[in-house]
């Protein structure tokens, strides 16, 4: 496999999904930023890779800014000269009853999950191309797929990322960059030991998903060789979108 010396960003990289992406990356030998508002956080994680003899850097980002965006990349490029992989990870819900959500929240939703990736590509794919070519992996959601009540801004940030990311997948194609959507199921992100037996067995898995599943797709879709998958969303939730929940 060949994941040597490459550049990657990882935004929300600083917990959850997005932590565990990182450290994936870190341990096949790339240099990870981390592009988080949590500084805290961040800088923690930068450090511990940074301990193992790995690279890593922390870079205080919010997505939902235009301009903290590009002050990121400028960084990126600055200190690393190149980019070859973005993960468009940072994420955040709101779960409001439909006729309660505002129109502030709506925008918070959609910026931040939805806006970032589209800005975050456009800043990066130049640098990306010049880089010799790579590839971006939006996480989206089971959610732009199937709902429940009160996820209206969530789960349209997530449907709208399985489209720029076939829209994205065909405008970067001459630039030698694969764009891929990876949608989640329920990942756990802390205190997997306390969940409940029927956690688990509700899933055609038999167990909830934990960071670690997402972070080896990641791998697999940003890996060179794999670069005949482009435009497509993979589906990684123990086989709980393919369960018939009508009750006997
Ligand atoms: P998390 O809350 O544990 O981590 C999200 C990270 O994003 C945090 O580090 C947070 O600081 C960062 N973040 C939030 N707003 C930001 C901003 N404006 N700018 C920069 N960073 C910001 O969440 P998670 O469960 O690890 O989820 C990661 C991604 O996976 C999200 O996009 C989420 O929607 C998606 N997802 C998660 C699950 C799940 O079950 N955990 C399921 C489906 C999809």
């Not at 940030?157 to 720029?164: E, F, T, Y």
């Not at 306390?194 to 934990?210: I, N, P, S, T």
């Not at 670069?227 to 993979?234: K, L, Q, S, V």
């Amino acid at each position: 496999m060949d994941y040597r010396g490459k550049t990657v960003i990882v935004t929300g990289g600083a917990n959850g999904i997005g932590r565990a992406i990182a450290i994936a990356f870190a341990g096949q030998g790339d240099c990870v930023v981390i592009a988080d508002v949590d500084e805290l956080g961040g800088k923690k994680l930068a450090m511990q890779i940074q301990k193992k003899g790995e690279s890593a850097m922390f870079i205080r980002t919010d997505v939902s800014d235009p301009e903290s965006i590009k002050a990121m990349v400028r960084k990126v490029v600055d200190e690393l000269g190149e980019i070859h992989i973005l993960i468009n990870n940072a994420g955040i819900s709101e779960f409001k009853p439909f006729f309660e959500l505002s129109v502030e929240e709506w925008g918070n939703v959609i910026n931040t999950n939805l806006r970032s990736a589209f800005l975050c590509s456009q800043e990066s794919a130049g640098i990306i191309k010049n880089s010799g070519g790579g590839a971006i992996v939006n996480i989206a959601s089971t959610r732009a797929l199937m709902s429940e009540p009160k996820s209206e801004a969530y789960a349209a940030s997530k449907g709208g990322l399985l489209a720029l990311t076939h829209a994205m997948a065909a405008s970067l194609s001459e630039h030698k960059i694969t764009v891929n959507a990876i949608s989640p199921g329920w990942i756990h992100t802390r205190d997997y030991e306390k969940l409940r037996e029927k956690d688990h067995k509700q899933h055609f898995a038999q167990r909830v998903g934990k960071p670690d599943d997402i972070a080896r797709a990641c791998l697999f879709l940003c890996g060179p060789q794999n670069n005949f998958i482009t435009g497509e969303n993979f589906v990684i939730d123990g086989g709980m979108t393919r369960k018939m929940i009508y009750e006997s």
